[in-house]
């Protein structure tokens, strides 16, 4: 039995568009995550019971979070995410003024 060769074919030649993480938002390129090393994430800080596991980083700003509080971001963002596909698809996210701009005509 012959072996193919699935090397790329035609898209062998194609050249690559430059990378624009202006594209996916103002900050996606700015956001990053900095571990916690030492007693920081080692020891609870009061009033919290539990260590910081590091910094979220977003637009040149540095928060540090603990494990809680991590998935608590990831619940609110997945939240948000939803809330928004929603609203989409039930056609919500029009500007509220344009609905008065329309006029309707009626016969009676």
Same mark, same amino acid.
């Given at each position: 039995?012959?072996?193919?060769?699935?090397?790329?074919? %035609? !898209? /062998?030649?194609?050249?690559?568009? @430059?990378?624009?993480?202006?594209?996916?938002?103002?900050?996606?390129?700015? &956001? %990053? !995550? /900095?571990?916690?090393?030492?007693? @920081?994430?080692?020891?609870?800080?009061?009033?919290?019971?539990?260590?910081? &596991?590091?910094?979220?980083?977003?637009?040149?700003?540095?928060?540090?979070?603990?494990?809680?509080?991590?998935?608590?971001?990831?619940?609110?963002?997945?939240?948000?995410?939803?809330?928004?596909?929603?609203?989409?698809?039930?056609?919500?996210?029009?500007?509220?003024?344009?609905?008065?701009?329309?006029?309707?005509?009626?016969?009676?």
């Amino acid at each position: 039995m012959k072996k193919q060769n699935h090397s790329g074919g %035609s !898209f /062998k030649n194609q050249t690559r568009t @430059k990378f624009e993480p202006q594209r996916f938002g103002k900050h996606w390129g700015t &956001i %990053s !995550f /900095k571990l916690a090393k030492g007693r @920081k994430a080692m020891v609870p800080t009061e009033p919290s019971n539990q260590p910081l &596991i590091g910094s979220l980083c977003i637009a040149g700003k540095e928060i540090e979070i603990t494990f809680s509080e991590a998935n608590k971001i990831m619940e609110t963002l997945n939240e948000a995410k939803h809330q928004y596909n929603v609203a989409k698809r039930m056609g919500m996210l029009a500007d509220p003024w344009t609905e008065d701009k329309i006029k309707v005509k009626t016969y009676e």
